[in-house]
Nanobody
Framework: QVRLVESGGGLVQTGGSLRLSCVASGGAFGTDTMGWFRRAPGKEREFVASVKWGGVETYYADSVKGRFTISRNNPSNTVFLQMNSLKPDDTATYYC???????????WGQGTQVTVSS
């Protein structure tokens, strides 16, 4: 069973940047699609970004395109989310998740809190 641990969240002002990290342990990781999701208070969890195993094919929610960048380093079992030009609407708990080839996102981290002050 792959275990995911996120870090890098915090409090930042509007326009600031944060870099989230997600380290996987306990199982194979290199062939999985990895993603970031977020849940804001009172809202449903939403997709933020994903990256396929090769690190080249990426997808983003429209709300973060041009501001967030997802990347991965397979030798270190780590996925990153670089977040720039942060807005108060980006305030949420951010979750890392993994999907086996051809499958849905099936394993999740505990989340890291991001708060953007206006």
């Amino acid at each position: 069973q792959v275990r995911l641990v996120e870090s890098g969240g915090g409090l930042v002002q509007t326009g600031g940047s944060l870099r989230l990290s997600c380290v996987a342990s306990g199982g194979a990781f290199g062939t999985d699609t990895m993603g970031w999701f977020r849940r804001a208070p009172g809202k449903e969890r939403e997709f933020v970004a994903s990256v396929k195993w090769g690190g080249v094919e990426t997808y983003y929610a429209d709300s973060v395109k041009g501001r967030f960048t997802i990347s991965r380093n397979n030798p270190s079992n780590t996925v990153f989310l670089q977040m720039n030009s942060l807005k108060p609407d980006d305030t949420a708990t951010y979750y890392c998740a993994g999907a086996k080839p051809g499958g849905l996102f099936s394993y999740w981290g505990q989340g890291t809190q991001v708060t953007v002050s206006s």
